[in-house]
């Protein structure tokens, strides 16, 4: 008596969308690059238990822990709505990378709202809107960043790639995602806190740069609504974080550079980093690409190991999905 949902990463930005563009990723082999929350009932109190690879970057208090927080707000949300909440016992995999860039936090509040939500609608014959989700997801981490931005939970949940729009009722809007792409993710095995990675951004831009920021953005849209691809990864190109983010990344701007070189459509920094991402429509080059970043993109600790990993993608345009 209990369900499971995995929420998948995201890539926030995507270069010229700071903070209103997001695209949610899987990997071509099958690999659930995410987390996965299980709901089931309690007769002991609410319970919260954590596992999986990186579970140890966590804190060791649970009720620290990001997905007790998403239990207190459903349940808030419950009371509001007029509806009894009921004892569970969640259970955390946490499987992403904590400060990766790619959208760590948002798998686990998108796993924990969508978990709770698919627990109430089997078991007891209740659950909140998509919209009232999302509002809730956005709070969550509002509530780890300082900041509102839905450009990963919105992806994370709904699938594709989302369009952040300045309607509280909406939220979001589904972009056409280039289907015949592949995103080839590199995480070096470091972590970069979005505080920070937001902190180092200047507080004003000159007229040149918002020039050049909202004739890339407005153009990418228009090329994805058109399925121009060649027009599309022209302009993917970030002036608003990654003159500044680059210099915090180790070895980012080499890899970029031959990345660049070797024929790559679009690098980019995956959110607030350090994951670098890559992209082709050549699933043989993208393979190249993956083996090359393996080799000198991650960051290995004194005994020679790394945490980091490199995944060949594609967009992931299910979003959150219960499993079986």
Same mark, same amino acid.
């Given at each position: ?45 609410? #319970? ?28 808030k949300e419950l009371f509001a709505s007029k509806q009894a909440s009921v004892e569970v016992k969640i259970s955390l995999d946490k499987r ?30 209740? +659950? ?18 300082? +900041? ?13 790639? #989302?369009?952040m729009v300045p309607d509280h009722d909406i939220i979001a809007r589904n972009l056409p995602p280039f289907q015949d792409c592949y995103f ?68 980012? +701007? ?71």
């Amino acid at each position: 008596m209990s369900v499971s949902v995995f929420a998948p990463a995201s890539i926030g930005n995507v270069n010229v969308g700071f903070d209103v563009l997001g695209l949610a990723v899987k990997p071509v082999d099958g690999t659930l690059l995410g987390d996965v929350v299980t709901v089931s009932p309690s007769n002991d109190g609410d #319970q919260l238990t954590v596992t999986g690879d990186f579970a140890h970057k966590l804190p060791s208090d649970v009720k620290l822990n990001i997905v007790w927080q998403c239990l207190l707000l459903f349940n808030k949300e419950l009371f509001a709505s007029k509806q009894a909440s009921v004892e569970v016992k969640i259970s955390l995999d946490k499987r992403m990378p904590v400060g990766s860039g790619l959208g760590s936090s948002a798998c686990s509040v998108v796993a924990a709202i969508a978990g709770l939500n698919a627990f109430y609608e089997k078991y007891h014959q209740f +659950s909140f809107s998509k919209q009232a989700l999302l509002k809730m997801m956005g709070k969550m981490e509002a509530q780890i960043s300082g +900041s509102l931005h839905y450009d990963n939970v919105a992806p994370c949940f709904l699938g594709g790639m #989302q369009l952040m729009v300045p309607d509280h009722d909406i939220i979001a809007r589904n972009l056409p995602p280039f289907q015949d792409c592949y995103f080839v993710m590199a995480y070096p095995g470091i972590e970069i806190s979005t505080k920070a990675a937001r902190e180092i951004l200047p507080n004003a831009y000159s007229r040149a740069d918002l020039i050049s920021f909202g004739q890339n953005f407005a153009t990418f849209v228009d090329a994805c609504h058109r399925g121009d691809k060649a027009q599309a990864f022209a302009v993917l190109t970030d002036v608003v974080a990654e003159p500044y983010r680059k210099s915090i990344l180790p070895g980012y +701007s080499e890899a970029a550079s031959y990345l660049t070189q070797q024929g790559c459509l679009a690098v980019g920094i995956s959110g607030s980093g350090p994951t670098l991402f890559c992209v082709t429509d050549d699933l043989a080059k993208a393979t190249e690409f993956a083996a090359w970043l393996n080799d000198n993109y991650l960051q290995t600790s004194a005994n020679g190991s790394s945490e980091g990993f490199v995944h060949v993608c594609q967009a992931d345009t299910q979003g959150a999905v219960s499993l079986p």
